[in-house]
């Protein structure tokens, strides 16, 4: 398993190599040039050059990729254009809510899904069935900022039933853990920095501070985005859930099963989900992809403070720095995450481990 | 004495095709998927004559109504009739669809194919190239390829294009390596077949069918990404009337004229479904598995 585990973190060397350049590329790529791109049409020469030497673009390809990728290691991003503000900054205040959005929609989307699938499973060729796969295939058809924008004005709008945008009630007091555990504006750096940091995922927060007033809106604020986002990723995995459980049950091993007298539940705990899980892990992994691309989407209709908005609206406004750092952040979470899928999958499966 | 008679063979390739074609035809999804695709590419050859107005006219008094007689699907923030605009939209739309998967199975398919049949360090540093892209949430590379090169139809095509080449660059190096090595190609090869034949006569065939199967499916999702591109002012650029774009410039309006966001959008659901439909039923059709 170990063997396993450091082939896998060798293999994503070059990968996270491969997005380096390619982010790198991002700005160079850019037809013209690049600092008068960022400036506008107004910039003045020396705007252009002061830019052009905090930026290093005036250096041969081969040294600014160097200090790129030393700048990356160290964990800077550079400055955003428009605020001037550090860019892994701005990524570290908006992260936690790409994150939350991302993680409810994963919520969501697997435990319809899988409840669909085996619902969809167990009826095979019924109404249920075919009513479920059919509502699968329409939702799997549909544009999800479509959807975000229909639910905003029936559940928004109409029948004011949830908040229609934001994350939070203008009003309802979220304390931070920090200012909960009494830490004030002290506190050990480190230690501090991950509790701020922690402190931008409002679920936990408001569990951790009991703040139940303020968890029922940041849930009540949280369920239209994650439906809309999740139905996608829901639609495929009760897709993937039926088929797979259906491939399942008709082996041999659940015959015995049912003969020694297990319970139906029983059979599905024990023996059949156990066996069908594995290709449904590997679709969930999958979407996690298709998740943190989504929201760029999903955050843009619902204001959600997060990201993919962030991105949106810095290239508009041809911020590239930002744009840069948000892509590779974005980037590297999803290789974390495929790694993290392909190593639950080997533990699951040994037949993977000694492939 | 029918008995006696010699059996007639029928052609090969013939009966393959007629198979899948009369198994795809008992399969009703399919048939609702095939009927909405010809609807939408009959709206899009037709869209001059079946568009009662100017798709990009400008009728300000008009602004936001709702359906009616006169605009049978309302109007828009700037007065422009409704119908009109998804009828023309769906040539943009299938444009996008159509190119950028053609596209990307065209590349997808010469480097794969060179890939599986070469091997080594082409192989290898293909395969990494391609692990590369997938490592990036496929609309996120999109929008980071649109950046570079600016909003608009043209780029929005190559970007959708260039992120969907990984997965056909997939299927035809699977089937390269699967047919590679089999008993026919290792003949040709020793009569001196070029290898440029071997890829094309033997190898690309044998590819055909996933190849099909993903490429439709991949129109709908190319189809998804360029209305999620457009819908971000990535995309087609005003006034050009396509469904994303309509619903990114509609969304101010959603509250007071809901039926600005309600029609593109089913416009997208029903095609991208035709073309998932009909996908599905393909893949059902051509799975040799199925053929008895």
Known sequence: MTRYIIRRLFLIIPVIIGISIVTFGMLRLIPGDPAQVMLGEHATEEAMEALREQMGLNEPLVMQYVHYMGDLLRGDLGRSIQTNRPVLEEIATRF??????????????????????????????????????????????????????IFMYVFGFKLQWLPPSGRLTVGIELLTMPQAWGMGESGEGAWRAFLDFMSGFYVLDALLTANWTALWDVVKHLIMPSVALGSIPMAIIARMTRSSLLEVLSEDYIRTARAKGLKERAVLAAHAMRNALLPIITVVGLQMGFLLGGAILTETIFSWPGLGRLVVNRILSRDYPAVQGSVIVIAMVFVLVNLVVDISYAYLDPRIRYD | ??????????????SLFLD??????????????????????????????????????????????????????GTDDLGRDMLSRIIFGTRKSLQVGV??????????????????YLGGWFDTLFMRLMDIVLAFPALLLAIAIVTILGPGLLNMLYAIGIVSIPAYARI??????????????????????????????QILPNCLTPLIVQGTLGIGTAILDAAGLSFLGLGAQP??????????????????????????????????????????????????????
């Not at chain 1, 989307?109 to 009513?131: E, K």
């Not at chain 2, 950028?100 to 794969?112: C, M, P, Y």
């Not at chain 2, 026919?184 to 094309?200: D, H, M, Q, T």
């Open chain 1, 96 to 149: 936690p809510a790409t994150f939350e959005l991302a993680l409810g929609a994963m919520a969501f989307a697997t435990f319809f899904g899988v409840l669909f699938g085996i619902i969809a499973a167990y009826r095979h060729n019924s109404l249920a069935d075919m009513g479920i796969m059919l509502v699968a295939l329409i939702g799997v058809s549909m544009p999800i900022f479509w959807l975000g924008l």
């Open chain 2, 1 to 14: 004495m029918d008995s006696l008679q010699p059996a007639r063979a029928k052609p090969y390739r013939s």
């Open chain 2, 20 to 73: 899948a074609v009369r198994r795809l035809l008992r399969d009703k999804l399919a048939i609702i998927g095939l009927v909405i695709m010809i609807v939408f590419l009959l709206t899009a050859l037709l869209a001059p004559v079946l568009a009662p107005y100017d798709p990009i006219a400008q009728t300000l008094v008009d602004r936001r109504q709702p359906p009616s007689s006169q605009y049978l699907l």
């Open chain 2, 99 to 116: 190119v950028s998967v053609s596209l990307a199975i065209a590349v997808g398919a010469i480097l794969g194919a060179l890939s599986g």
């Open chain 2, 172 to 201: 035809v190096r699977a089937s390269v390596l699967t047919v590679k090595e089999q008993d026919y190609v290792l003949a040709s090869r020793a009569l001196g077949a070029r290898p440029v034949r071997i890829l094309f006569r």
């Open chain 2, 239 to 292: 006034p050009t009337p396509e469904w994303g774009a309509m619903l990114g410039q509609g969304r101010y309006a959603v509250f007071s004229a809901p039926h600005i966001v309600l029609f593109p959008g089913i416009a997208i659901m029903l095609t991208v479904l035709g073309f998932n439909l009909l996908g599905d039923g393909l893949r059902d059709a051509l799975d040799p598995k199925l053929r008895i």
